[in-house]
């Protein structure tokens, strides 16, 4: 399994901006979509391209466009819709598969409650949208259901990543490659990321 530090001067300071502790729901917004943006595109450098050829203003030209196309977007309800404006601004035909997950407070564990996919599964490239990596346990959940679903090319899309989830999908899903703006310390006893973003959901729906 590949991690890519996505370690770029706009990404490190977007990141710095939302660990502030008294941001606001709008900016705490924008910047998680700013920041799946550029994951975006650092997530599809290797989509393949196929050559066309076009009637430009100065006569024919050879274009290259993207192949096939076959993208779906995944969002972990809720915190990872906070994500998916920013990667559909980049890939706008992308289709978009649902995924309602929520970690159980005292257990840690994932409890699955929702699953809306697209068609076709099997021919598309999944990217997993959602801010925090923190013990894992939400991520391998939805990756087990994509794969149940036939899907065999999976990203994940992170904006802060702990080694310990990092680890378990590691050992888990070790095919599937993710893409994130900070890797950080370790989790404290609840099972949040420090320093982290605190709770990335209520932040982001304004549910604090
Ligand atoms: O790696 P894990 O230990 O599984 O933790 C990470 C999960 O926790 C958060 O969701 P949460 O359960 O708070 O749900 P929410 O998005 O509805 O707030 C976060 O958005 C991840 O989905
Ligand atoms: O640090 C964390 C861990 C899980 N979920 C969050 O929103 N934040
Ligand atoms: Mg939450």
């Not at 975006?40 to 050829?53: F, I, P, S, V």
């Not at 035909?93 to 257990?107: C, H, I, M, P």
Request: glycine share 8%.
């Amino acid at each position: 399994m590949a991690v890519h530090l996505v370690d770029h001067p706009l990404v490190r300071h977007k990141i710095g901006l939302m660990r502030e502790k008294d941001i606001s729901t709008k900016n705490f917004r924008e910047l998680a979509s700013e920041i799946a943006c550029l994951l975006t595109y650092e997530a599809t450098k290797d989509l393949e391209t196929e050559g066309h050829t076009i009637e430009s203003w100065a006569g024919p030209v050879r274009i290259e466009q993207i192949k096939g196309k076959k993208i779906t977007v995944v969002p972990i309800l809720r915190a990872g819709l906070g994500m998916m404006n920013g990667v559909l601004d980049l890939i706008p035909s992308a289709r978009v598969s649902v995924v309602g997950l929520y970690r159980n407070e005292e257990t840690l564990e994932p409890v699955t409650y929702y699953q809306k996919f697209t068609s076709r599964m099997e021919d598309r490239t999944a990217l997993i949208l959602d801010p925090m990596l923190a013990t894992g346990g939400s991520v391998v959940a939805c990756i087990d259901m994509l794969k149940q679903a036939g899907c065999s090319r999976i990203k994940g899309l992170f904006l802060v990543a702990a080694p310990e989830g990092i680890s378990r999908l590691q050992e888990v899903h070790p095919d599937v490659d993710i893409y994130t703006a900070a890797i950080d310390e370790r989790l404290n006893d609840n099972g949040y990321i420090l320093p982290g973003l605190g709770d990335a959901g209520d932040k982001i729906f304004g549910t604090k």
